[in-house]
């Protein structure tokens, strides 16, 4: 479009003039600024979006608001960490796995002893561990979960009970259920169960499990719980509230083969346990089952979870 | 500290006869003074833990001192308002009162006497006098205001402090009182970046806590005045220990102004030009002394 004739004339009159050269300078002093500015908060952005998944092994203090609206309130300063009365919560270090400064312990090493006057939550500044928060037992710091079934001293059939005696809501987070044990198939076997309608997740029980490893552990509860579809519905819970069934009755179809062993259960109770054939097994109208070799275990259970 | 460098320097100035020798306090007076403020302000958080007596719990960006005077960091306020959540009324009250003070008396008082990155720095900036260490590239001043403008736009879209992960300052801070090691990598890094990247390149272009408390301090009260300087022989004594150097020429050479007061909202009152001046042309004093001798 151009030739050099005119790039040459402004270049000396224009272009060199100190208006121009300090607008120029203005400039680029503005895009260093800016571009630097800019790439420093993108990296601490990046960083932290990195760095914020909670490990599986970290619990917040008790109250603490959900882990994303935790870590815009918390401000990190530490005050819960001392006002912890038996130096449960720790503050993180830069590099730890649990997001620079925040409040966390490990159930294992120091758990949450349920002070009834809950100080770190008086401590916060910010409301990060919410003050409304007044009733201890309403604490969801984590949620226990039995998740080794192979070393638990109780599923070998033992009598341990430990994490059931040190609960502090013994008998509402951590119950222990009977089972028919079909290895000596003459005993019982007490099955500690979590309810996480109860636990607050303060892992005394992970902390006193008497196993090198625990075989119970305490989870973040987004970890440790799954979640029902919201349009779920239980039918023996609708039923149990109308008074009866919502869909009339039902038409109950006979398993054949299986009369004997059906005879007697409803059809919903057949619906949400479905027998299944094993086919090598008779028809035996004897409830206690002999256990098969590879048969299913849990028809006999009395779980109720 | 300086007054090493300076000394060889003193040879080649023209010795004039009625100057009086300062005595050391008079040539550290300020400095003293600050690293005092600074270690007591440590020493207030330390005594707890260590000896058991508990005079302010928490940090830097929050805390709460003798169980009554509640203080937040109020740069720290701002990120967790932008990104949604509206905090409990302590640490609102706490980021008012710290606000009000440093509004009152000074932006970066908080820099020079409190900041526990003062003393790194300004070791860093030592030593790097001491080595005649030229080697580095600045960053513009002005990246530390877009740092912080961008790290709140970045709390707003990430709804994290994104910046609590990485701030030097309340690393040092937490990692002192807290008794860990992470934040003092952190700290190794800026003031090697200091020494041998760019002089005074972290408190003096990039960090957005000084940008912040900058802005906070416009209209601040106590400010540095340089009210004798016809006394001013032209040392360059206080250009070369100032933090900001730029903020001293407009009270010092009548450049752009014509009382002798340095306005500069980037000037952090640390006071050194008053220590390291044999002329005394510097004096600290509020910011509606105009006088000048």
């Known amino acids: 479009m151009d030739t050099g004739q005119k790039k040459n004339a402004p270049r000396s009159s224009v272009a060199n003039s100190p208006a121009s050269v300090a607008r120029r300078k203005f400039i680029n002093s503005v895009a260093a600024a800016a571009g630097g500015g800019c790439l420093l908060a993108l990296g601490a952005s990046l960083y932290s979006r990195s760095a914020s998944a909670l490990p599986a092994q970290a619990l917040r203090p008790p109250g603490a608001l959900p882990e994303a609206d935790f870590l815009a309130a918390c401000v990190r300063c530490g005050l819960c960490v001392r006002d912890c009365p038996y130096d449960t919560l720790k503050l993180s270090d830069l590099g730890a796995p649990v997001p620079t400064g925040t409040p966390y312990f490990h159930a294992r090493s120091v758990p949450c002893e349920m002070c009834e006057d809950i100080p770190c939550v008086k401590a916060c500044p910010t409301g990060a561990l919410d003050p409304a928060l007044t009733d201890i037992n309403q604490a969801r710091m984590g949620l226990a979960a039995l998740i080794d079934h192979e070393t638990c001293l109780n599923f070998l059939g033992l009598r341990c009970d430990v994490c059931y005696r040190v609960c502090p809501v013994i008998d509402k987070a951590i119950t222990l259920e009977t089972q028919h044990n079909p290895r000596s198939d003459r005993h019982a076997m007490l099955l500690p169960t979590v309810h996480s309608d109860a636990c607050t997740g303060c892992g005394k029980c992970e902390k006193s499990c008497v196993l090198p490893e625990p075989a119970i552990k305490v989870f973040p509860r987004p970890l440790a719980q799954g979640a029902l579809p919201e349009h779920y519905r239980k039918g023996w819970e609708e039923k149990a509230r109308h008074g009866g069934s919502l869909i009339g009755d039902q038409v109950e179809m006979p398993i054949r083969g299986f009369e004997g062993s059906t005879a007697g259960r409803s059809a919903t109770e057949a619906a949400v346990a479905p027998v299944t054939p094993a086919p090598d097994l008779p028809a035996t109208p004897a409830v206690p089952v002999a256990p098969a070799p590879k048969g299913p275990s849990g028809l006999n259970s009395h779980w109720k979870p | ?293």
């Open chain 2, 1 to 293: 500290m300086a007054a090493t460098t300076l000394s060889s320097r003193k040879t080649i100035r023209p010795v004039t006869p009625c100057a009086p020798e300062r005595s050391l306090w008079q040539r550290q007076r300020f400095l003293i003074l600050r690293r005092v403020s600074q270690i007591l302000i440590l020493l207030a958080f330390l005594s707890g833990p260590w000896f058991g007596v508990w005079i302010a719990k928490g940090n830097l960006s929050s805390s709460m001192t003798l169980g009554v005077l509640p203080l937040t960091d109020p740069l720290l306020l701002l990120q967790t308002l932008v990104t949604g959540h509206v905090p409990y009324a302590t640490a609102l009250i706490g980021a008012a009162i710290v606000l009000l003070f440093y509004l009152l008396v000074g932006g970066r008082v908080f820099c020079s006497w409190v900041c526990p990155v003062n003393g790194v720095t300004d070791a860093a900036a030592w030593t790097r006098r001491r080595l005649g260490i030229k080697t580095g590239r600045v960053p513009d001043a002005n990246t530390r205001y877009w740092l912080l403008g961008m790290l709140l736009v970045a709390s707003a879209l990430t709804g994290t402090l994104v910046w609590e992960w990485v701030n030097p300052v309340s690393l040092l801070h937490r990692s002192l009182i807290f008794g860990m090691s992470g934040g003092l990598f952190v700290i190794g890094g800026i003031f090697i970046y200091d020494v041998f990247m760019a002089s005074r390149g972290w408190c003096g272009h990039l960090c957005p806590m000084g940008a912040f408390y900058s802005l906070l301090g416009k209209k601040a009260l106590v400010r540095v005045s340089a009210p004798n300087r016809k006394a001013c022989d032209d040392c360059m004594d206080c250009f070369a220990v100032c933090p900001e150097p730029q903020v001293i020429r407009p009270a010092l050479k009548a450049v752009g102004q014509s009382h002798p007061l340095i306005l500069a909202s980037d000037c952090t009152t640390c006071g050194r030009c008053i220590d390291v001046c044999d002329k005394q042309v510097f004096k600290m004093t509020h910011r509606f002394d105009q006088r000048s001798e």
